[in-house]
Every structure is written in C-alpha cells, then in structure tokens.
Nanobody
Framework: QVQLAESGGGLVQAGGSLRLSCIASGPTFNTSTLGWFRQAPTKGREFVAA????????LYGSFVQGRFIISRDNAKKTVHLQMSNLKPEDTAVYYC???????????????WGQGTQVTVSS
C-alpha cells in the first residue's frame, strides 16, 4: 500500500505561487491515481486535481481555472501541485491522496497524507 507525505505549504500573499509536493512510498505508487484535495475551515473536502498513473489523464476542480498544474514523477515517486495566482479563498489544508482508479470522488481514494496548510493573505 502507498504511504504519502505532503510538503510545500506556507503563507503567501494573494497573487503569489506555491509548489506542493507529495512523496510516496510503497510498491503500488506507479499504478495509482494521485489526487490533491483541500479542506477549508467549516467546509467539506474539495477536489483540486488528479493525475492518472501514466500522467495521460488529468482532471482539475472547476475553481482552478488554469491556475494550478498537477504533475508526477514515477521514478521519484512524487506528485506536485504548482499553484499560481493564489487567492485568499484558496486558503485550506491540502491533502495528497491515492486511488486505484482514475476518479475525482474522494471516497474512492484509500490512502491519504497528513495534509499541508496553505494560507493566502489579501
């Protein structure tokens, strides 16, 4: 089974950029879909982006609107989320997750990292 650990969160001003990374361990990383989700205070978990094991299939949440890019490096067992033009409403804990199939439904993701805080100031 895959284990995940996120990094790269922090405090940034509106309009700024951050690059989140998620490093994985376990034998099934290269066959897993990797996704990013976020959860803001008092809100439910929200789909951000997902990338298939091959990298050929990518989905983004509707709010992304071209501001984020998800990528993965199977040789290094990492997945990244490059976030640009950040807005205060992007403030949330961002989670990396793995799923055996290419989906955006969080219930289908069976492995989760601990999360990394992203705070965007206005």
């Amino acid at each position: 089974q895959v284990q995940l650990a996120e990094s790269g969160g922090g405090l940034v001003q509106a309009g700024g950029s951050l690059r989140l990374s998620c490093i994985a361990s376990g034998p099934t990383f290269n066959t897993s879909t990797l996704g990013w989700f976020r959860q803001a205070p008092t809100k439910g978990r929200e789909f951000v982006a997902a990338i298939s094991w091959s990298g050929d299939d990518i989905l983004y949440g509707s709010f992304v609107q071209g501001r984020f890019i998800i990528s993965r490096d199977n040789a290094k067992k990492t997945v990244h989320l490059q976030m640009s033009n950040l807005k205060p409403e992007d403030t949330a804990v961002y989670y990396c997750a793995a799923a055996p199939v290419f989906v955006l439904n969080s219930e289908r993701y069976d492995t989760w990292g601990q999360g990394t805080q992203v705070t965007v100031s206005s």
